[in-house]
């Protein structure tokens, strides 16, 4: 070994050796113990100790996690129920989702806990007023923090389900309306202040313990019932009071680690609950469908300077590429970290998709009326065939929603989507297009979902599969396919192709697509010059697919694009096939 090598060798085992940076509260910044301010990057684990029925396309079914359990009790019986959720905690998150993660660029996770995990409901207590313990969720968060230490990822402990439930948004706390509520029952506040002092207690000394997020999303009219949500509350006295009750106790044990509040109305009503009362908290709040502008977080701006402290998107998420490129960029502008959601569920924009087996679509379809009663061994089959999916070696990886939450937030620029390397001949599939913002990779007529801003729920992939951008993709059923195609096209639609031809020369071209009733009209563009304007489409029959051939193109040798503009649009597309012409 030389000197040199010896030097680079230790210098590596003291990075890795050397020891967590606490986080903790410099005025309007969140800052380690150097006093270097941290952008907190992280993702939402929604799902694992809590089952929000739409992750489990089940918002039709049942409103809360507890009915989830109830319908799959009565499908399966109880014996079987209680196996398929402990299969379901163990593989929901795993080590190697944590790796993957820090891998992917994210420093901190947001770890949405059941209270039922910790300990039990106030009317399942032995003696009344009595505050008894479960192990398994304190074991649960041990070893995902021993995961967090080992990859240098922070852990924010989130009480997403209190005692009672903390709104009338059911199924995010797992609220069974028909016992009182956490504001209702003085059983449930005590329960939830223990809770919080027990944690602080048993994490007080470990600097991977990012903050406590002590109650998630409080939806609650207090002043008035109707209010069901808490968007016009004006004075929020309980929640105050409440959250200042856990900030002692916390503080009994631990004076250490920041403490995140959140408003009323899903984190976002402060109206009441200022000035803040501990001088290491932060504010937290909640952004969904939206517009991306300084308007959006205006608020959040003035009460980080009124109140002197950080403020951070705690929950955001469940939209299109463009949107979370958008927000990102605007909340890291403005110093504000953030917390993504979820991680994995069943749909396509989220970095991980949980695949659907047939067993489990045929429970679906008999609980909402649309197909046959499965039998309990063909039940039992598909839910712990989904318990095993939720493994992060089981699940997809959607590249293009890293890709926008990362490198297009420092870089908007495109970036192939697969690599389409050109020997004497290639097939790009049409889904396959470039990764990059709206109007340099694809155009497409929609491609967000304002809908808390407009009021109009608008869906941006309507076939809802494959990426998460704007463009339409349905699966595709033609012989040669890599299961999916572009539909739904409109006029004035576009979608770009990076490739790297190995030689330059002519290449023929042809396009694979399928129309109801209409052909279907492109223009074609090569390194951004018109080659071929309205080209028209082969027309077939719905569902035939059919091969139309394009003018050939001369390409240069190394990199090339090739852009598929829609002129008339009614017709799917499948690939574009790229083949050597022969010399004349």
Known sequence: MTIKTGILSFLLLLAVSA?????????????????????????????????????????EVAPTQGGIRKKITELVG??????????????HTTRADIEAMARWGFNSVRLPMHYNLFTPPVEEEPMAGQITWHEKGFRMVDSLLDWCADNKVYLILDLHAAPGGQGNDNAIADRDPSKPSLWQSE???????????????????????????????????????DDKNGCGETENAPLRRLMMDITAAIREVDQKHIVIVEGNCWGNNYKGVFPLWDNNMVISFHKYWNYNDAGSIKGMLE????????????????????????????????????????????GNNNPL?????????????????????????AAFRGLMQLAKDLRIENNEVHRDVLDAMFRQVQRKAIKPFT???????????AVDYDMGPVGQAYHDSDYVNYRVSTGKNQRWNRGGVYRNEGVDIRPCTDA???GYAVGWTEGGEWLQYTLEAKAAGKYNLQLRTAADSTSGTVDLLLNGVTVQRNLELKKGDKGVWVTTPAKAITLKKGINTIRVFVVKGGFDLNYIKLTKAPRA
């Open 480 to 482: 040669a396919t890599n």
């Open 78 to 91: 109880a014996e079987k129920t209680a196996e398929f959720y402990e299969a379901w905690l163990a593989n």
């Open 353 to 377: 998709q949980v695949k659907m087996n047939k067993d489990y679509a045929d429970i679906i379809a008999w609980w909402k009326g649309e197909g046959a009663k499965p039998s309990e061994e």
């Open 187 to 225: 059983d449930n506040k005590k329960k939830t202040i223990a809770l919080w002092r027990k944690l602080a207690e048993r994490y007080v000394n470990d600097p991977w313990i990012g903050a406590y997020d002590i109650i998630n999303e409080p939806n609650w009219g207090f002043q008035k019932a």
């Open 303 to 346: 009460a980080r300077d009124q109140q002197n402290a950080p403020i951070w998107l705690g929950e955001s998420g469940e939209n299109s590429n463009t949107w979370y490129t958008d927000a990102i960029s605007l909340l890291e502008s403005n110093g504000i970290g953030w917390a993504w959601w979820p991680l994995k569920k069943l």
């Open 419 to 429: 690599a389409h390397v050109l020997n004497s001949s290639a097939t790009i599939y």
């Open 19 to 59: 020891p967590a940076q606490w986080l903790k509260v410099q005025d309007k910044t969140i800052v380690d113990d150097k006093g270097t301010a941290i952008i907190l990057r992280g993702m939402g684990l929604g799902g694992w100790m809590l089952q929000e029925p739409y992750m489990l396309r089940l918002s």
